[in-house]
């Protein structure tokens, strides 16, 4: 395959992938924003409190989404690894994102419904950049392509097959 090829061939794969953590995200939005607002509209908790409450129930949502579904094709061998960097990159982003909520909310007074989803909806932007690096980079690892693993187990049989000459230590001091 030509450079040009491979190039198109990683673009199509990062294209499908950003789609489908996309449509996790969007889901996961829809489900953050809504538990948000009944929060904030029938308890008397607080904005943030009930924000980041709202966050984590989108978190539980968006792993089995992502597991899945977006990377259910990536490694699944060490799943409690994986659920401890999903869980501690999650609480980063959690913090990003009520964090922008918490600017708005206690810092410039900007609480009425508009505002507080307003900024609800930035934090969960930015935290996204975020969760999106993280966990593609740490969380689902992706499996070595197929190539790599035929050439690479080809390789050892050939190994195995021809025995290379070893050198002496007294020969190479000479």
Known sequence: MSERGALRTQLDLLAREVAKFGAVGALGLVVNIAVSNLLWRTTDLQVVRAGL??????????????????????????RTR???????????????????????????GWDSPVQSNVFKILGIGLATLFRFWSYRTWVFKALPA?????????FLKQGRTEQVPRVEADSVRR
């Open 82 to 108: 994986e659920l401890t960097l999903f869980l501690l990159f999650s609480a980063v982003g959690a913090v990003i994102e009520n964090g922008v909520l918490y600017v708005a909310t206690y810092g410039f």
């Open 146 to 154: 197929k190539e790599t693993v035929l050439s690479a187990e080809g």
């Open 53 to 78: 409450l709202a966050t984590f129930v989108a978190i539980l949502f968006n792993y089995i989404g992502f597991r899945y579904w977006t990377y259910r094709d990536r490694d699944k061998t060490g």
